[in-house]
Structures are given as C-alpha cells and as structure tokens.
C-alpha cells in the first residue's frame, strides 16, 4: 500500500511507513514551514458527556503535540445513534470537546456527523511546524534517556469502571490525566529531543517499539509510573481486549517479568509522551514539564526491549 502514489510525494516529509503519530507535509513557498494532520475518534470510555468530549478533544490533540507542532485547526467528526441516545447528549459532548480545543488556540471549522449504531466521537487536527522543528519516532539514538510524561494504567481503570468495579477516586485521577493536554510536553521537545511519540492504544510497550524499529535501537525501562490501584485492578482481571492483543504482539521482543508486561501493553486513552533525549537535556525537560519522569534509556539492542 505504501508504494502506491498516493502515498508518495516530494514535499511529503513524514508519511505511514514509520507508523508515526501524524503526517507531515511540507507547504511549497512557505519559507521551511509544513502541515501535521492526524485523526482520532473513538467511542465513549466513561460515562459523563463532558468527560469524553474533552478526552476525545485531548487525545486528537496529542498526535499533533508529539511531532513538535502547534494544532491550529480542527474538523469534528460525530457518530449518533438518534434513536437511542437523545441528541443533547451528544450536545454536550461537543460543547466539551469545543472548550479543550480553545484552551488549546485550535480553530473548530467545521466537521461531519452520521447516524450510527453506537455514538463515536473525535476529531480531524491540522498543525503546523518549522521543518527544523519536526520530531519523529524514529530518531531515538544510543545513549538517549526515555521519559514518560503521564502515569499509565487508563485501560484498565476504564475497563472496571465498565464493571462497575473501579473506585470514584480512581476513575476521577484517570479521568483527570485523560483530559489533560499535552501541550507543555510537546512544546518542551524543542529543547533537543531526539525522537518522541504519543502513548495511547498500542500501550507503552506498543509505541516504544515502533520508536525503536523506526530507529534502529533498543531499549531499556526501569521504573515506570502507574496509577496508584490499577495493579490491584489487573490483578481482579479488569483487562482490556485491546491491551491482550499488544501483549500477544509485543511478548516475545520483551524480556521481564509477565504482570509487569501486562501493565506495560495496557491499551491508553490519551496518553502521555514517550521522549528520547540526550543525557545533557533531560533535567532541563523534566522541569519543563510538571509530572515528567525518566523511565529508560535507549541500547544498541535493535528492536529488544529489557524491564530491568
């Protein structure tokens, strides 16, 4: 498919073959400047209208932050099952997605709306970037430092809340951390990062290994923040269908133990950023961005992934 035309062309600066986080294509005559578009919509992962609009909101942004860009424009696409779910439900859906797009300076023009058997939500995002300034998942380099800038531990809070099993408190923190824009993260990765990506379905593990293929490296991962209760949660047997199959894609490259593999392929919404930085750069990023933390550091082990 990659080699069709359609998927080729001299000005296109980041296309799928490297499974990045958004497109990059670099605008003729505009003095070294280039659009990143990316997607994002999903069906409800809680229950409040608002809480999904603004996570919805959010997640789409997020593509656009991780390649180093700024979002400026929005297209909003909705599914709604009109005879089902009354219309102002899905009023306040927008309503809520619209007011995180604002705080984030991006433009909603316009979008698209279908009947549809259940109510999906989400939205079309359009960025802009200096070509200096563009920062893909494939230039991690050996000796690179790797920081997380949100806990995980989303698809399994989610999942037992579907249950009924998930404590308020816990599902209010998720809901907090899913809403929460990583706009400060994706501006700091003009500081020198090396390479960078959202973490959202594929799970850590997931998207790591596509910085890691992407690049030609390896990994290494010590302690990596969690969700206070979600290991509980697991251990109850909330998982994720989504986050079972990263486990079965990505087991055999990891070596570590199997629960902690398990929490590492958990399937996000809205996650936080994944960043390679040179050593010399990591405390200036960390105080850059509140809730940062160091995670691993990038080996020469092509493609293999070690929990230390």
């Not at 009023?91 to 619209?98: D, K, L």
Request: glycine share 14%.
């Amino acid at each position: 498919m990659v080699t069709h035309p359609a998927f080729s062309h001299p000005d296109l600066v980041v296309g799928v073959g490297t499974s990045d986080d958004a497109g990059v294509y670099a605008l003729p005559g505009s003095d070294g400047r280039a659009l990143v578009q990316s997607v994002d919509y999903f069906t409800p992962i809680v229950d409040d209208p608002g809480d999904w609009g603004r996570i919805a909101a959010a997640n789409a942004l997020s593509d656009i932050y991780a390649m180093g860009a700024s979002p400026i424009t929005a297209l909003q696409l909705l599914g709604w099952p009109r005879g089902k779910i009354p219309f102002s439900v899905a009023s306040e859906v927008m309503a809520a997605g619209a007011d995180t797009m604002a705080a984030a300076g991006c433009v909603v023009v316009g979008g698209h709306s279908i009947d549809a058997g259940e109510p999906t939500f989400g939205y079309a995002v359009t960025g802009v970037v200096s070509l200096d300034g563009v920062v893909t998942n494939a230039g991690a380099q050996v000796g690179d430092q790797l920081v997380l800038t949100k806990p995980l531990g989303t698809g399994i809070v989610t999942t037992a809340h579907k249950a009924g099993a998930c404590p308020p408190h816990l599902l209010a923190e998720a809901v907090g951390i899913m809403s929460e824009l990583n706009r400060p993260a994706g501006e700091a990765l003009g500081l020198g990062a090396h390479a960078a990506t959202d973490v959202t379905g594929f799970g850590l593990l997931g998207h790591l290994a596509e910085m890691l293929d992407a690049s030609g490296v390896g990994a290494e991962l010590g302690e990596v923040p969690i969700l206070d209760g979600v290991a509980e949660l697991l251990d109850a047997g909330y998982y994720p269908g989504g986050s079972n199959r990263n486990l079965e894609a990505i087991r055999s490259r990891v070596e570590g133990d199997l629960d902690r593999v398990r929490l590492l392929s958990d399937a996000q919404t809205s996650g936080g950023l994944l960043v390679a930085l040179p050593e010399e750069l990591v405390d200036l990023y960390l105080e850059s961005v509140d809730g940062a933390v160091r995670v691993g550091r990038v080996t020469a082990d092509h493609g293999r992934i070690s929990l230390l």
